[in-house]
């Protein structure tokens, strides 16, 4: 009785899950996408949405992410990024964050490995003003040195910490490991000694090459007009310069000889991060391999490393996967974190199964349930302006096409057995793996 009460929940949920998916998929395929051009020529894609006045923009540059951090400055477009709501124009740091706040609007920005990005969302009652901030922002901020150096403690006492942390420490050396000599190799936190070098007149510099007309990305979500949204937009960004840096990140991938390193810690537990080269966002391949990462080690408890890490062998809480795609380079990476006297026997857990899957490929029950969960769950990405403004961003960054939100779900489904194997023959190589191990791990050392 028991078991046949479990196979009912299970039925009742799986016939949830199929309801759920059909009765937002309406409203997915309902989504209409604007292109906005502003007067003064300020393009954006609009999703016009009247049924909560809100109002969200998000936006990139395409070319101010950390990876252009200039030598020996690294951490910059970070600290930019902190500093851009700590006054501008009249208001210095106390009067402007007062200003935001008396407006309920919402503003962050945010420098990831190749893109500048800020995220807005405003009541529409109170949108003029909460643009204009915005546009003080971008255009006039202050810099004030008082503001400087507290914002420079705080990166500082950040970078400290993660110098103690072991997920941190992991990480950060296997980009080194990876990636010499490249900007990919640095994470984009800078060092402390990087950071006590920079000052007002390289912020400034920055926002001169990088914050730019020609590199921009704009997308919106919410309760406004094409005709509004196009005054907005020359209000908040026509006085930005039109070009800027001409500098170019070089392509590479990430060294493909597979190693370990060893960071001894006293810790009871080892964090073990692993991975090799990938697959690019724009790459023909790219809905096969994401289907085939729901199944390796994307899945949750549904993925194939959690079943028999966890589920069979009790080896770790958890384990798990996931496709990194930059614009110059891709990496296809794992975690896990386990007792230092059964990491041995997890990474070798790990590589029969990376070898398992790529001579194998999967069954056609692996294959249906994963397409169900990604097409099933990812209209839930669209449960209000600010994340469909993020989703509609990334979908011109990636120029995935207007047509993307309807597509989608059909190059999902399309893929096939054969699909995966062939992509799993292609991306997973269990003797590239380079594997970084923070802790003390019974009969494991560094390779050398």
């Known amino acids: 009785m028991q078991s046949l009460s479990l196979k009912s929940g299970v039925n009742f949920l799986t016939l949830l899950v199929f309801a759920v998916f059909y009765l937002i998929v309406t409203p997915l395929q309902a989504v209409s996408i604007k292109e906005v051009r502003s007067p003064g020529g300020i393009e954006a894609w609009l999703v016009q949405d009247k049924s909560v006045p809100v109002i969200s923009l998000n936006f990139a540059f395409k070319t101010g992410g950390t990876a252009y951090d200039p030598q020996g400055k690294e951490g910059l477009a970070r600290m930019v990024a902190a500093m851009l709501d700590e006054g501008a124009g009249p208001l210095n740091s106390q009067e402007f964050q007062k200003q935001i706040q008396g407006t309920a609007a919402r503003l962050r920005f945010s420098a990831s490995t190749d893109k500048f990005r800020g995220s807005f969302r405003t009541l529409k009652d ?64 800078g060092t402390v000694n990087s950071i006590k070098a920079l000052n007002k007149n390289d912020l400034k510099e920055f926002m001169l090459r990088h914050v730019v007309r020609n590199s921009l990305f704009i997308a919106v979500a919410g309760d406004i007009s094409s005709v509004e949204l196009g005054q907005k937009l020359d209000q ?85 996967t996931y496709l990194n795609p930059y614009d110059h380079a891709a990496t296809y990476m794992g975690r896990v974190a386990t007792a230092n006297a059964r990491v041995a026997e997890s990474l070798k857990v790990i590589r029969r199964e990376w070898k398992k899957f790529a001579v194998k490929g999967v069954t056609a029950e692996e294959l249906e349930a994963a397409k169900t969960y990604i097409n099933g769950s990812f209209p839930l990405r669209l449960d209000s302006t600010h994340r469909i403004a993020s989703l509609l961003l990334a979908v011109q960054v990636n120029n995935l096409g207007k047509d993307y939100l309807t597509t989608r779900a ?37 390779d050398h």
Request: glycine share 8%; hydrophobic share 40%; net charge positive.
């Open 236 to 320: 908040v960004f026509s006085k930005l310069p039109l070009n800027g840096s001409r500098e170019k990140v070089m392509e590479i991938s990430p060294m493909a000889t597979g190693r370990t390193l060893v960071i001894e810690r006293a810790i009871p537990q080892s964090i073990v991060i692993f991975g090799h080269s990938g697959i690019k966002r724009d790459h023909p391949d790219w809905y096969i391999a994401s289907v085939m990462n729901r199944i390796l080690g994307g899945g949750g408890f549904s993925s194939r490393l959690m079943k028999e890490i966890r589920v069979k062998r009790g080896l770790a809480y958890g384990v798990y």
């Open 410 to 446: 059909s190059l999902i489904n399309a893929v096939t057995p054969s699909d995966i194997k062939r992509v799993a023959r292609k991306i997973l190589k269990p003797a590239a793996l380079r594997v970084v191990i923070v802790g003390q791990p019974d009969g494991i050392k560094t």
């Open 126 to 189: 109170r949108k003029d003003e909460a643009f204009r901030l915005l546009g003080l922002a971008l255009t006039k901020p202050r810099f004030d040195q008082r503001a400087i150096t507290r914002i420079r403690g705080q990166i500082i006492a950040s970078i400290q910490r993660k110098a103690k942390d072991p997920d941190s420490i992991a990480i950060a050396a296997w980009y080194r490991e990876a990636f010499p000599d490249h900007p990919y190799g640095n994470l984009g936190d």
